[in-house]
Nanobody, 124 residues
Framework: QVQLVESGGGLVQPGGSLRLSCVASGSTLDSYVIGWFRQAPGKGREGVSYINRGRSTKYADSVKGRFTISRDNAKNTVYLQMNSLKLEDTAVYYC??????????????????WGQGTQVTVSA
C-alpha cells in the first residue's frame, strides 16, 4: 500500500502561485494514477487533476490553464503547480493514488490511497 504525504500549502494573495508536492513511500509512484482533489469548508471533495502512468493529464474546468500537474518518478513525487490563484481555490488539497494505468473519472471514489492534505488559503 502506497503512503502519500502532501506539502507546499500556505497563504497566498489572489494572483499568486504555489506548488504542491505529493511524495510517495511504500511503493513506486510510477505504477499509479495520481490525482489531486480539494475540499473547501462545507463542500464535498472536488477533483482537480490527475496524471496517469503515461503522463496523460486531466483538469477540472475551474483550473484549466492555471494549474499544471507533473510527475518525477525518480523522486517518487507528483507536483501541482498552481498559478493565478483565486479566492475560490481556498481548500484543503489532497493527493490520491490508484494502482494501474487508466484514464479515470476525476472522482474521489476511484482512488484508494489518500494523503492527509495540505491547506491552501488564498486571501487578500
Amino acid at each position: 500500500q502506497v503512503q502519500l504525504v502532501e506539502s507546499g500549502g500556505g497563504l497566498v494573495q489572489p494572483g499568486g502561485s504555489l506548488r504542491l508536492s505529493c511524495v510517495a513511500s511504500g511503493s513506486t509512484l510510477d505504477s499509479y494514477v495520481i490525482g489531486w482533489f480539494r475540499q473547501a469548508p462545507g463542500k464535498g471533495r472536488e477533483g482537480v487533476s490527475y496524471i496517469n502512468r503515461g503522463r496523460s493529464t486531466k483538469y477540472a474546468d475551474s483550473v484549466k490553464g492555471r494549474f499544471t500537474i507533473s510527475r518525477d518518478n525518480a523522486k517518487n513525487t507528483v507536483y501541482l503547480q498552481m498559478n493565478s490563484l483565486k479566492l475560490e481555490d481556498t481548500a484543503v488539497y489532497y493527493c490520491a493514488a490508484e494502482f494501474g494505468d487508466y484514464d479515470p473519472p476525476l472522482v474521489a471514489d476511484f482512488f484508494g490511497s489518500w494523503g492527509q492534505g495540505t491547506q491552501v488559503t488564498v486571501s487578500a
